[in-house]
Structures are given as structure tokens and as C-alpha cells.
């Protein structure tokens, strides 16, 4: 346990310091989402574990409601982590990307305001990026799905305008 004042881990290492079909994976999710180290993978991994154990604690109540995941299964389709149709089952099918889908600097990439996952990641990074009204500098900041249409340059941001040559629609 933690002292006050001092910092925790939000993440969980794995066991075994070297086996190389997980560092081999581990390796191509972060080129893949333009994450900056393996603390960033491992806290979205943490995360889904969290969610996975929320999952399985509220299946395994028995109640004659039935509305015990209704919250926590509302949230999850509020961030977009889970389908519209999807239940409190299909918690524990989960993947790390769809975790990974839903960061800003993802979000950002995907909307075509850069032109890899590290380009978005500096983008947000430099203050160049809003989410509705306000400017957002966290690239692991998780999106919304009625958010996700707010994410734009900043009109002060010299990216905003269309001619800018680091803007990914110039590239031919």
C-alpha cells in the first residue's frame, strides 16, 4: 500500500520478463496505436482486467431486478467499448484494442486529422487538438461516442487551416 503523497502504478507488469511471442505482440500494438511505451499498453490491459472483474462479479449475483450491470454496461457503450446490442456477457470478450479504439489519440487518427497514430499522438500532445470546446494535451484521454464528432483542430492552430503541409488530407 501506497504512503499519501506518493505515487501508485495504475498498471500491472506480466509475470515472465521475456517470452517473445508477448513481446512480439505487445510490440505491434504499439506501433499500431502510436503508443510512446509498453506502461501505456500494460494500463489498457489493466483496465480491461478491471472491467472483465466488475463483469464477472455482476453475473455471478443472483437477483430477481436484473438491472445490477445496467450502470456499468451503460458506460461501457457511452465510451463505445461495447455495442449497442451487446450485454453484460460480452464483457468478457473483450480485447485490448477495443480499449485502444477509444483514446483520443486513436479517435484523432481514425478521423483523418493525421496521417499516422504518432502524428495524432504529437498533434494532441502540442495542443493543436479540441474536443468540443476545450483543448485536450492527454493522448490517452478516453472518447466518447457522442464526442467523437467534436474532435477537431483548434481554429487557433495553425493545423486548422487546409493548406497546412502537415495536414493529412494535403498528402497525395
Known amino acids: ?46 483496465e480491461l482486467r478491471s472491467y472483465r472483474r466488475e463483469a464477472r462479479e455482476l453475473l455471478g449475483r443472483v437477483t430477481e431486478e436484473g438491472d445490477e450491470g445496467e450502470e456499468f454496461v451503460a458506460r461501457l457503450r457511452r465510451y463505445g467499448i461495447l455495442g449497442d446490442a451487446d450485454e453484460l456477457d460480452a464483457v468478457l470478450s473483450l480485447d485490448v484494442t477495443d ?9 484523432a487518427y481514425r478521423k483523418g486529422l493525421a496521417n499516422t497514430p ?13 474536443v468540443g470546446e476545450s483543448r485536450v ?3 490517452s484521454r478516453k472518447v ?11 481554429e487557433t492552430s495553425p493545423l486548422d487551416d487546409e493548406l497546412h503541409p502537415a495536414r493529412a488530407d494535403n498528402q497525395e
Open 137 to 139: 494535451t492527454a493522448p
Open 1 to 46: 500500500m501506497a504512503l499519501p503523497g506518493e505515487n501508485t502504478k495504475f498498471y500491472e507488469t506480466p509475470n515472465h520478463p521475456y517470452q517473445g511471442e508477448r513481446i512480439a505482440e505487445e510490440s505491434d500494438l504499439l506501433s499500431r496505436y502510436g503508443l510512446k511505451n509498453k506502461q501505456e499498453l500494460w494500463r489498457a490491459q489493466s
Open 144 to 154: 466518447a461516442v457522442a464526442e467523437e464528432d467534436d474532435v477537431a483542430f483548434d
Open 99 to 107: 480499449v485502444l479504439e477509444r483514446r483520443l489519440q486513436t479517435v
Open 118 to 130: 504518432q502524428q495524432a499522438r504529437q498533434f494532441v500532445t502540442h495542443g493543436h487538438v479540441i
